[in-house]
């Protein structure tokens, strides 16, 4: 079974940082681009960050450009984002999601159900 | 702001047919940027329901459709069920963004 389980999330103070990790079965997981999508309480869906197969190519939203860094580790199926100064505003439920295609930017066929960052003094 | 657009809800009785609309701009849809659209149930992750503009994933009924044409994308849902009612989201590459982006997304009310 194709599944992606997120962990590491919690209620943090602002300007701390968090570490959330991804844990992939299922599929060849250095055959595709990875991705975190994030969704506020009550609100929409918003791309925070992407990566390629092979960790060469990574993308950011604005929103946190500068504070946040996705990684991941192919010899263990395993995706990552460093979160640092946190601010409220990133209070919000982080999906992991699989890009069908090598490189970021296609559709993202598989989910996780995610795990929540609370950011609040 | 999303930079994709969508109208915030529809409605409609079941068995009729509904579309939702998602507009872009010529540095995503209109710069032959695939679109996709994802269905998300209350309290649930998001479901891929529509890639590359028309292609539905095994498994989604063929009540769904997608299209696309210039800077715009429309899902259309026929045969409206009770189960359809959620949130909906189209999504895109930004090349201006470097990124992917994601519509404001859209509640189905099945009336």
């Known amino acids: 079974e194709v599944q992606l389980v997120e962990s590491g999330g919690g209620l943090v103070q602002p300007g701390r940082s968090l570490r959330l990790s991804c844990a992939a079965s299922?599929?060849?997981?250095?055959?595709?681009?990875m991705h975190w999508v994030r969704q506020a309480p009550g609100k929409g869906l918003e791309w925070v960050s992407g990566i390629s197969w092979n960790s060469g190519s990574t993308g950011y939203a604005d929103s946190v450009k500068g504070r946040f860094t996705i990684s991941r580790d192919n010899s263990k199926n395993s995706l990552y984002l460093q979160m640092n100064s946190l601010r409220a505003e990133d209070t919000a439920l982080y999906y992991c999601?699989?890009?069908?295609?090598?490189?970021?930017?296609?559709?993202?066929?598989?989910w996780g159900r995610g795990t929540l960052v609370s950011v609040s003094s | 702001q999303s930079v994709l657009t969508q109208p915030p809800s529809v409605s409609g009785a079941p068995g009729q047919r509904v579309t939702i609309s998602c507009t872009g701009s010529s540095s995503n849809i209109g710069a032959a940027y695939d679109v996709h659209w994802y269905q998300q149930l209350p309290g649930t992750a998001p479901k891929l329901l529509i890639y590359g503009n028309s292609n539905r994933p095994s498994g989604v009924p063929d009540r769904f459709s997608g299209s696309k044409s210039g800077t715009s994308a429309s899902l259309a849902i026929t045969g409206l069920q009770a189960e359809d009612e959620a949130d909906y989201y189209c999504?895109?590459?930004?090349?201006?963004?470097?990124?992917?982006?994601f519509g404001g997304g859209t509640k189905l009310t099945v009336l």
């Open positions: 999601a699989k890009d069908s295609s090598v490189l970021p930017g296609y559709a993202f066929d598989v």
């Open positions: 299922g599929f060849t997981f250095d055959d595709y681009a």
């Open positions: 999504q895109s590459y930004d090349s201006s963004l470097s990124g992917s982006v």
